[in-house]
C-alpha cells in the first residue's frame, strides 16, 4: 500500500491541529464573552459535526483498513473539539435530520471494506457540505468565535479532503 502521499498530508494535517489546539483556549474565551446561542451559522455547522463525530466513533471501531481508522480517530478529536467551542456560545445541536440519520443506519449495517468505502463517501460529502457553511464566515469582520472557527475549520477542511480523497484512491 502506497502511503506517501497520505503520509505528508498527515503531517500537514497534524501541524495545523497543533496550531488550533494553541488557538482553542483563546476561542473558548471569545466563546464565553460572546455567548449568543444558535444562529444559521451554529444551527449548520452543529448539524454537521456531531455526525461526523458520531460515524467517526463508530469507524474507529469498525474500519477494517487502518488508513481509514486513523482518519475517523483524528476526526473524532477534531469534532469532539469544534463542538465544544461553538456549544460554549450557548449554541445547542439541531436534531438529526433524516438523511443523515439513515447514513447512520446504513453504516451500522455494514461491516469490512464496504463499511470503510461507505464511511469515507459520508465523509467527503461531510466535508464538501461543511466547507459551503465555513467559507462564507472564514475571514469576515469583525471576528467573533463563529468567524475565528470557520478560519480554522477551512483550512481543515481542504486538508481532509485531500486526505479522504487519497484514502479513497488506496481503497477502492
Known amino acids: 500500500m502506497n502511503t506517501g502521499k497520505l503520509h505528508m498530508t ?24 460572546n455567548h449568543h446561542g444558535s444562529t444559521d451559522y451554529t444551527n449548520k455547522t452543529l448539524t454537521i459535526s456531531p455526525f ?6 463508530m469507524a474507529t471501531m469498525k474500519a477494517s483498513n487502518p488508513l481509514v481508522r ?5 476526526e473524532s478529536e477534531e469534532q469532539t473539539a ?14 438529526r435530520p433524516a438523511a443523515l440519520e439513515d447514513i447512520y443506519k446504513k453504516l451500522e449495517a455494514e461491516n469490512g471494506e464496504d463499511f470503510d468505502r461507505l464511511y469515507i463517501s459520508a465523509e467527503i460529502t461531510g466535508h464538501e457540505d461543511l466547507l459551503k457553511v465555513q467559507s462564507p464566515e472564514a475571514g469576515k469582520k469583525p471576528v467573533n468565535v463563529d468567524v475565528a472557527t470557520a478560519t480554522i475549520l477551512v483550512a481543515f477542511i ?12 488506496q481503497i477502492g
Open 10 to 33: 498527515r503531517r500537514n494535517a497534524l501541524i495545523g491541529i497543533s496550531g488550533s489546539l494553541l488557538a482553542a483556549p483563546a476561542l473558548v474565551s471569545s466563546a464565553q464573552a
Open 52 to 57: 461526523s463525530l458520531a460515524i467517526s466513533e
Open 70 to 74: 486513523q482518519f475517523a480517530e483524528l
Open 82 to 95: 469544534v463542538s465544544k467551542v461553538i456549544e460554549s456560545t450557548g449554541a445547542t445541536p439541531p436534531p
Open 158 to 169: 481542504h486538508t481532509h479532503l485531500a486526505m479522504l480523497a487519497e484514502i479513497r484512491k
